[in-house]
């Protein structure tokens, strides 16, 4: 069986983002977008309800927010560092107001990593193999963008290792934020694919 009954809800927003980024956002005004990610939410929260895991274990969270700073830390350095090396450091208007945004989409995409790809990947593999698993399928979605498809892949490999054992998403999401800005001041645009996937990064 090619896709495996316990990860539904995984394949069917995984065929919700596919057909966006590879097949009707070109054709459709960029408003749209509002479509898949309501469609997407809806799915996250069908999810949710069946199995109560919201990713916000009030338990997990001080243990999660160290371990997501260690993890951040290590992270921003690294490319901070290959910005440096490459000579592409710069400067970006609007910090604060950019970090807000980003932590509001990067909690959303961390939240159904977490609570909808970890939790199924888990349930139909392993522990273990289902951080990996969970890992690929959410870094697949920023193909064909190989800068912005490895970065992800690294991401969320110690992301969901972090939630596997602090399940909350609040860290995460703040995590993201600041890896994702880290990104946008150490690279420019030639080396991002300005953060874009599917036929927006064929196209650019």
């Not at 921003?76 to 910090?95: K, M, N, Q, W």
């Not at 690279?187 to 599917?198: H, M, N, P, S, Y």
Request: proline letters at 4%; hydrophobic letters at 55%.
């Amino acid at each position: 069986m090619l896709v495996p009954s316990g990860m539904r809800f995984t394949f069917a927003i995984l065929a919700v983002i596919i057909s966006y980024t590879w097949f009707f956002q070109p054709r459709w005004p960029s408003s749209f977008v509002a479509v898949p990610v309501v469609s997407v939410l809806i799915l996250g929260v069908w999810k949710a309800a069946l199995t109560g895991e919201w990713g916000v274990k009030v338990r997990a969270l001080r243990l999660g927010f160290r371990a997501t700073a260690i993890f951040t830390a290590a992270i921003v350095a690294l490319i901070v560092a290959a910005g440096a090396a490459v000579g592409t450091l710069h400067e970006r208007p609007d910090f604060l107001a950019n970090l807000l945004i980003l932590i509001v989409w990067g909690g959303g995409q961390q939240w159904i990593l977490q609570t909808v790809f970890l939790h199924e990947a888990q349930h139909a593999t392993s522990r273990r193999t289902g951080i990996f698993v969970a890992a690929v399928l959410f870094a697949s979605l920023h193909l064909p963008n190989p800068f912005l498809t490895t970065m992800t892949l690294i991401g969320a490999v110690g992301w969901c290792a972090i939630y596997d054992r602090y399940p909350n998403v609040i860290p995460l999401a703040l995590s993201h934020a600041i890896a994702t800005l880290a990104i946008l001041y150490a690279f420019d645009e030639a080396i991002t694919g300005r953060l874009r996937v599917g036929v927006a990064y064929l196209s650019r």
